[in-house]
Structure formats: C-alpha cells, structure tokens
C-alpha cells in the first residue's frame, strides 16, 4: 500500500501579523483537512496531508481567501515523506532559518475595533489600546522575527485569563492576535501636565484632560503609532498661532484629524477616491481641495496660509479616536519634533524636547522602536491617480514587488540628502524604509543610522554591497563609506537623476524592456557629470543604454542651498540675460542686497545647474508669489495653486531645439512682459505649467518614443501632472510611481535597479562633445 502524500508550503511574502494563520486554521478546521501551519522567519511554513491535485485546490481556496492585509509573492510547494497528522494544529513559530518575509506595516483603527471602543456595554469600552487581527501596531514593535508576541514589545504586557481565550478561540477575531489586551491587562497611559510634571493615571481622566486642555486652546503632545503628534483645536486661530510661533512654523501647512467623515464632509468635497484612502488600514493624510462650505468653522488661512488644499486624516489609533469622540471638533495633529528634526518618539526626549511647545503630555507604555511620521497623498482628482508624497506608517517598510528577478544577493542602497529613505535588498525581497526626513541636522542622521541597524538587525542582513549617490557631500554618501571601510564591504555610487529614473522603471518591471522610454527628470538639484548641478533632465533609454538626451539651460545657482530658500534669488538669476526684467526684480531685494547679487552673477565661473525646482521658483518669485520660503516648496505649491485659479490654460510659445541646452530664455521673457503688462497671475502661472507640458511632448515625439517616465519632486505637482495627462495621455504611455514617492524618498530603489543592471555588464560613463549626450551603458 502506498504511503500516504504530504506536501510542505513555503509561503513568502506579507504573511506575518496579517491574520493569514488564523484563516488557514479555520479552513483546515472547516474542510477536515489534517497538517500544521507556522511562523518563520522565511515566511509561512505549511504541511498538508492529501494528493497534488487536492492541495492545488486547497491552494487555491487559500488564495482566495487571504486576509485583507496579506500579499503572498510567492510559494514552493514540495512532496515530503512522513507520519501523516490526525488533525491540524498552528506549530509554535520556527527561528532557526534566515529571514526572509515582508515587513508587516503598522495598520490604523479597524471599524470593529472602533466600535467596541464606543460600545458602553463592551469590555473594551474606552480601552485606549484596542487591536486586533486587522489593526494596530506591527512593524514599530518587532524586535525581531518571527513575528509573534515575544519578540514584540507587548512581551512586556502579561496578557490576562480573557484575552488569553479570545487568542485560543479559533471562532474569535483575536485568535492568535499578538497585540491582543484589554483593561485587565492594560498597556498603562499617563497624562503629565507640562508645567508642574504632575502625572494621572486613570484612563477615563486622560481622556477628560484632552479634552478640556483642546477647548481651552492649549498644546497636546499625544503619544501614536510611530511618535508623539502635537494636537490643537483647529477652530481656534489662537492656538494655531500660538503652535507655529511655538514650532518656528509660521506658513507651512497644518494636517487636521477629524473624528469621523461626517465632520469631514462639512468641509471638503468627500469623493469615493477620498474616502478610500481615508478609511484604509494604511490611514494616511489626504491632501484635498478646500471645499466650498467650510461647516466646522476652521480658519484656513491660518491652516494652510495661500492654498486651495488641505490635509486631513481620520483617527489612526484608538486613542485618538476616544480624544475626538471627547471633543467632537477636527483638530491640528503634526509631528511633535523640532524644526529640522526628526519625529520625537520617546517619552524622556519627548518631554525634554517638547518643553515650551506641548502644555500637556500623554505618554503610554508601549514602546516604539522606529519612529514613523504620517503618510501623505495627495488626491490629484477623479481620473488621475493619487501621488505618494510621504511614504511611511501604514506603507513601509513593505514593498509589494518584485523587480530584480533572479537577485538573491544582498544590498543596502542609502538614497540621498533631501527626503531619506533607504532600501535593502536580501533574498529577493526588497525593503524600503519610511521617509526619515531631510538629513540636515544631528539629530536627522542619527535617526537615519538607528533605522538602517534596526532594519539590517530584523532582516538578519549584512550586505554585499552598500550603495550611495554620486554626491560625494551627502551625509548618506558618508555615512555609506564608513560603512563599507569599517566592514569591508564593496561600495559602489550611482548617479542621482538616473536613479530617479530607474526607480519608476522599476516599480513597471521595464527595466529589462528593450522599448525606446523618454525620462522626465525635474527636481531642485543633484550631482552631474559633468560637474554642474543637474535638475531638469530629459534621458533616452533604450536597451540597456541611458543617454542625457536633453537638459534645461544650466543658470547660476547663487549661494548653494540659499537659493533653494530664496525664490528671489532663482528669479535674479534666470532673468540676468533678461534687461527689461531689471525693474520686476529689483522690487524683491533692498537697493544694498540687490547690488551684492548682482555682483555675485558676474562672478568667473559660478556653479551652474539645470534645475526644474528653481525655475518654478524663480517664476513664483516673478509673480510675487514667494521672494523667500520658510519651508521646501512653498513656491512652487504657490505657484500651482495660484496655476489653478485661472479661467483658462494655454501655454508660451518656447522655440528650442529637442536636444542639448533648451534655452527657456524665450519663455521667461514673456512671463516678464506679461508682469509689467498687469496680465492676472493666474493666467501666466496656468500657461507656464502649460508650456512645460508642451515641450514635454515635442521632445518626446522628436525622440521617436511612445513611453515617457516621469520622477523628480516636481512631479509631486498635481496640475503639471494633469497637464500632461491630458495632453499627451491619447499618444503616449506615461509612467509615474505606484508605491513610492516621485521626490527622493525612491532613490534607493533606483539606486538598487542600477546596481541590478550593473550585474549584467559594466557601468560608465561616455561623453560626446559634439552633441553632449551622455551615455550610460549598464
């Protein structure tokens, strides 16, 4: 008689803390089937008794079932011989293989969950630390993996009897619930008053206190999911002011939480998109149009000072969820950090570093281990696709792709300057960090190393490779060499902008499609070939071949990274060959400043750079939109919004040649004309976007292509994006980020794709000096 089939699945991909466990439990309990399931750090182990056609079904069942939040990438199933089981049970996790799986993301408040917290008759009822198999912590709790209770920090929190039994109880939804806790074994919360350090403990009172310290406009310091967030009564102007003077944040813009959408529908124009994102598990920020009724009463020009949008977000937490159920009104909620610092999340340097902005505290005993600011999207209108402008808790570290087939290698690619993110590559599987800010400060770069070792730690990871941008200045770029020294790891650097482009070509699976594809690369500035600044950048990939096809004229960058805090002086320098201009400029600068400038553009051989950024700078400036930005893309977001105000678009007639310099010369002279003419803003804002559209279009019809990519921050531009789209949507395919970010925050996986490449042959640099195209063979 023939021995009984059996089969092991290895199950890879979005597995852990999802509830995937639990669901083939319950079938396998349903069906009669007869095996085990378990944990590893390589994913999901399966063994199941029957033929290969029964399992194929029992596959397929699963696949059709998965948990809402489980993404399998893909599975090795193998015949094995042994004692056939007499039921199935869920095996106590394995730790003995190397780590192979995705990173479970952090997810926000489920609707069940919310609504036991609300219902007065349910044990959970005001419990501040509701979770479930749906929701709540993951990936800012695991010490390491695999991921169960242990080795989380709940495994300082005892779990009580009744807990205990909804995690043994197969019918129940916390079954196997590693997050799992109630009143009786509760994660303690701590109100602390900020001036006389006085603490309360009781939950109910903590709840009171915020709400009362909300009405009468005082500064919440309330500890999240990935740090503490500052909150406020968004209705009240004083206490808005009161923040920004308190953050030194005087125009950037606020995000609010509303209690619920109903609220939230008072104020904004609630589209299915919208609401789609809202009530998702990853509850990002949503960047919405102002809508026309404004019911709740917010001052917006107080919230988001010159702008037609907002940025709202629903309760992620329950705590958060019972301080506005408390006080019933939408309330200002930013990262609690200093400006130029990174998001606080420990209770110790949050109070130290939230003295004189926070009045109160609420702190809680569950330990975060990597901070998270929100995620951002910006909703860009019903027929286009939303654009990630932050990408962190509830996204990351999870990248739901595959798009170095074959890689089995390991790498660690650091990104860049602005926007930090990082990657690692490691057995298939890539893993991207969340936006860890713009590395300017001590405190930034230190979070960044923190989050680097926290991840290569989980991941059991210590790379072949460590990868950096061309710039030599970036403290990734040297943070990457003393890596590599001190661990004698190979350390190979790429250039910026192309990995700009490589990412969105990535994230396509194009990297190895042969077909001619135009990159569309506008940012403020990264490091050239040539030795300029780059920024606005047109490349020709074809093969495995990128050329720098074409370029915006390089203008003097003034004073480095001033010029990217002062509009005015990007306006001085593209308009230095423009003498009617003179008149329109000198009106930004005092008659003593102006001369010092003017002085400094007839400098011998100034640093040149061919960025998009500052020519969207420059042009706000001329339109007296921004002579000097108290934060990054205050300009241009001006500019857009102001684009988005006119009765009408069109575009500038802008002769250039579709290769080399494009000289936009001719262009800027007529912006100047329309400005001394008296013609609206709004009008020479709209056809400015236009014309960009436009020659986007010549250059890519010039280039033969049908597919054009686009990446660069000033692709986080939601009118340009339209723009595009409804010029050049019919007759090209055009390609822009699905997961990631266009700005920086995609650079380590551009810099992971070039590598990639590189594997494949040899990767330099050519310059031709009759044309100045650039090739780059990989």
């Known amino acids: 008689m023939n021995d009984p089939e059996q089969y092991h699945i290895h199950i890879r991909g979005q597995v852990q803390g999802v509830g995937f466990r639990p669901l083939v439990f319950q079938m396998a309990q349903k069906q009669g089937w007869t095996g085990w399931i378990s944990n590893g750090k390589d994913g999901v182990h399966l063994e199941m008794d029957g033929d290969r056609k029964t399992i194929a079904e029992r596959i397929r069942l699963i696949r059709d079932h998965l948990p809402d939040y489980a993404r399998i990438l893909d599975m090795d199933i193998r015949r094995i011989h042994g004692s056939p089981s007499s039921d199935f049970t869920i095996r106590k996790s394995e730790d003995g293989a190397p780590s192979d799986l995705v990173l479970t993301p952090d997810r926000g408040l489920c609707p069940s969950c919310r609504s036991e917290i609300r219902d007065p008759d349910n044990r959970r009822a005001g419990y501040a630390f509701t979770t479930c198999l749906q929701c709540g912590p993951r990936y800012s709790i695991t010490h390491r993996l695999p991921y169960d209770r242990e080795r989380t920090t709940m495994s300082a929190f005892p779990i009580c009897p009744t807990c205990h039994a909804e995690y043994e109880d197969v019918k129940d939804r916390r079954y196997f619930s590693q997050t799992n806790s109630c009143p009786a074994c509760a994660i303690p919360m701590t109100w602390e008053d900020g001036q006389t350090h006085q603490r309360i403990s009781d939950a109910r009172s903590v709840v009171d206190l915020a709400a ?30 009161t923040l920004r003077q308190r953050k030194h944040r005087p125009d950037k813009p606020f995000a609010l939480m509303y ?74 909620a930013t990262s609690a950090n200093l400006s130029g610092s990174p998001i606080l999340y420990q209770e110790a340097e949050a109070r130290q570093g939230l003295a004189g902005i926070a009045d109160h505290f609420i702190h809680h005993d569950r330990e975060i281990l990597v901070p998270q600011d929100d995620s951002v999207i910006r909703w860009t209108g019903p027929a286009s696709a939303p654009i990630v402008i932050r990408r962190s808790r509830g996204y990351a570290p999870a990248y739901i792709h595959q798009s170095f087939p074959g890689w089995q290698g390991s790498a ?13 590559q490691h057995k298939g599987l890539t893993h991207i960090s969340q936006y860890l800010g713009n590395l300017e400060s001590f405190e930034a770069e230190e979070s960044f190393k923190h989050v680097t070792r926290h991840l290569l730690s989980i991941l059991e990871v210590q790379p072949d490779v460590i990868l950096t941008d061309d710039h030599p200045g970036y403290f990734t770029s040297r943070f990457g060499a003393s890596l590599a020294n001190t661990t004698d790891t190979p350390l190979r650097t790429y250039g910026h902008h192309l990995a700009h482009f490589a990412a969105v070509l990535a994230e396509h699976d194009l990297l190895r499609d042969p077909e001619p594809t135009l990159g569309v690369i506008w940012d403020g500035t990264g490091y050239g070939d040539d030795g300029t600044m780059w920024g606005g950048e047109f490349f020709l990939r074809y093969g495995r071949t990128y050329h720098r096809l074409a370029y915006l004229k390089p203008f003097p960058l003034i004073l480095g990274d001033k010029m990217a805090r002062e509009p005015r002086l990007s306006a001085l320098s593209i308009t230095a060959e423009i003498a009617d201009a003179t008149p329109l400029v000198d009106t930004l600068f005092s008659e003593k400043v102006i001369r010092f400038y003017r002085t400094l553009l007839r400098e011998d051989d100034p640093m040149m750079s061919s960025s998009a950024g500052r020519l969207f700078d420059g042009v706000a400036a001329l339109l007296g939109l921004a002579g000097t930005q108290t934060h990054e893309g205050q300009a241009a977001l001006r500019l857009e919004t102001m684009a988005t105000r006119a009765s009408h678009t069109g575009a500038y007639p802008w002769q250039t040649g579709t290769e080399g310099a494009l000289d936009w010369t001719g262009l800027i002279h007529q912006i100047v004309a329309d400005c001394q003419a008296g013609r609206a803003p709004a009008e020479i804002a709209a056809a400015f976007h236009g014309s960009l559209a436009q020659k986007i279009g010549q250059i890519a019809r010039a280039a033969g292509v049908r597919r054009i990519a686009l990446s660069g921050g000033v692709w986080q531009n939601a009118l340009l994006n339209r723009m595009v789209e409804r010029q050049l949507g019919g007759d090209f395919n055009l390609l822009r980020h699905r997961q990631l970010s266009p700005n920086d925050e995609n650079i380590p996986l551009g810099q992971l794709a070039l590598h990639w490449q590189s594997q494949e042959g040899d990767y330099r640099t050519q310059k031709n000096e009759v044309s100045h195209v650039f090739a780059h063979q990989i």
């Open 212 to 241: 009362d310290a909300l009405g009468s406009g005082q500064i919440l310091a309330v500890k999240g999911l990935g740090g503490y967030l500052l909150l406020a009564d968004a209705r009240n102007p004083e206490a808005i002011q």
């Open 412 to 424: 660690l690619a650091l990104g860049a300057h602005m926007k930090g993110a990082l990657a690692i």
């Open 259 to 332: 209690p619920d959408l109903a609220m939230l529908g008072g104020d904004i124009a609630l589209h299915p998109e919208i609401r789609e994102l809202l009530t998702s598990p990853e509850a990002p920020i949503v960047l919405c149009p102002i809508g026309a009724q404004n019911r709740s009463g917010i001052p917006l020009e107080d919230i988001a000072p010159g702008l037609d949008q907002i940025g709202v977000m629903l309760p992620n937490t329950p705590l958060f969820a019972l301080i506005l159920e408390a006080f019933p009104h939408p309330v200002v």
